[in-house]
């Protein structure tokens, strides 16, 4: 078992580019969830889903976008980069919503 | 979801017990007190949760007090291997109701 894996796990873009970020759970697990941690803090939530072909906003939805077309992946998207958006994005998954969220490694994404 | 305060950094020396401590004073009755740490950069790693009662697996126990305002995770013999950033998180069980990861709390065991 792979658990979660994200891919890229780092990027680096131009401020206005666009890119998607793939996360794929081995897991049958039903949630899905994206988060940011920004340089010594803790991790926010951005989007979040609670079964295939549903998704909802989090903390900080705004500048993202997000899709959960299949029940094993759910893709974080960034139409327009923006400095601001650098920051380091873990996705994670769990098979009830009072269970653990397994994460995955994390992916480095670099706006400049 | 209630608000936690946990103490921003704390020392253990390796092979003594370390005991990380968790303000919650305002949760509310169907509130489960959540622990994940954080190992260098890495994803976060799960560790135990629980509702009223205390709770005991292979990597740690969680004392919940009487009242419910304040918890305390218990690492037991903490290794080198044990220094992370470690987070208290107090959620609900509605879909909306999503973890939140705050500052935590850094622990460092030392030699």
């Known amino acids: 078992n792979a658990g979660v894996t994200q891919t890229p796990k780092f990027r680096v873009l131009k401020t206005g580019q666009s890119m998607t970020l793939l996360c794929a759970q081995d897991?049958?697990?039903?949630?899905m969830y994206w988060y940011r941690q920004d340089p010594g803090m803790g991790l926010r939530l951005i989007h979040y889903?609670?079964?295939?072909?549903?998704?909802a906003k989090g903390e900080v939805p705004d500048g993202y976008n997000v899709s959960r077309l299949k029940k094993q992946n759910f893709l974080l998207g960034l139409e327009s980069a923006a400095p601001s958006q650098t920051s380091v994005y873990f996705c994670a998954s769990s098979r009830q919503i009072t269970g653990e969220l397994f994460f995955g490694e994390g992916s480095r994404l670099t706006v400049l | 979801d209630a608000k936690t305060t946990q103490p921003p950094s704390m020392d253990c020396a390796e092979g003594r017990a370390a005991n990380l401590p968790c303000n919650h004073s305002t949760i509310s009755g169907n509130e489960y007190v959540y622990w994940y740490r954080q190992i260098h950069s890495q994803g976060p790693q799960y560790i135990i949760h629980g509702l009223k009662n205390n709770e005991t697996n292979e990597m740690a126990s969680l004392i919940i007090t009487e009242d419910r305002k304040s918890s305390t995770l218990i690492l037991p013999h903490a290794t080198l291997r044990d220094t992370a950033v470690y987070y208290c998180?107090?959620?609900?069980?509605?879909?909306?109701?999503?973890?939140?990861f705050g500052g935590g709390t850094r622990l460092m065991v030392k030699p």
């Open positions: 998180i107090v959620r609900g069980l509605n879909a909306g109701n999503m973890l939140t």
């Open positions: 897991m049958n697990h039903e949630y």
């Open positions: 889903s609670v079964g295939e072909g549903t998704t």
